[in-house]
């Protein structure tokens, strides 16, 4: 009985580790429309594992261009926007990294605009962004 319990605890605690270290989604307003953006786990893991002792897999000039062809999908005045912030996340329990680029624009919105989002992963491909909230 003690085994069978103990198998258990194992398969659960490796179902939440799992679940928990998934990339995560940021929400954003745009123009007053609530958006999603993600990365799905297996784009992050099938791509270039980085050593940190090592040159970046993607430059951040790189990631910022392909994040900015996403933006252009959403904006129409996209060289108005700069990039606020890079950000090089890894991956829980893994090798594995991907970015995360926040862009502002230099003009007021008449709506609410808190900015964008775009994932990419250390390959140079985006992940999603879609209309939606967080629950």
Same mark, same amino acid.
């Given at each position: ?24 989604? !940021?929400?954003? !307003?745009?123009?007053? #429309? ?17 050593? #940190? ?14 994040? %900015?062809? $996403?933006?252009?999908? !959403? ?18 329990? #893994? ?6 680029? $926040?862009? !502002? ?5 008449? $709506? ?20 939606? %909230?967080?629950?």
């Amino acid at each position: 009985m003690l085994v069978v319990v103990l198998l258990v605890l194992a398969v659960v605690t490796v179902y939440a580790q799992v679940v928990i270290y998934l990339p995560h989604t !940021m929400s954003f !307003m745009l123009d007053g #429309t609530s958006y999603l953006a993600s990365i799905k786990r297996e784009a992050v893991t099938s791509g270039h594992v980085w050593d #940190t002792s090592k040159p970046l897999p993607l430059s951040f000039a790189k990631a910022e261009q392909v994040a %900015r062809a $996403e933006l252009r999908k !959403m904006v129409r005045d996209e060289p108005g926007w700069y990039v606020q912030r890079f950000q090089l996340c890894r991956l829980g329990h #893994t090798e594995q990294w991907y970015y995360s680029v $926040e862009f !502002m624009d230099s003009k007021k919105h008449e $709506e609410p605009t808190t900015g964008v989002f775009v994932f990419v992963d250390a390959s140079g491909k985006a992940g999603s962004i879609k209309e939606g %909230r967080l629950e």
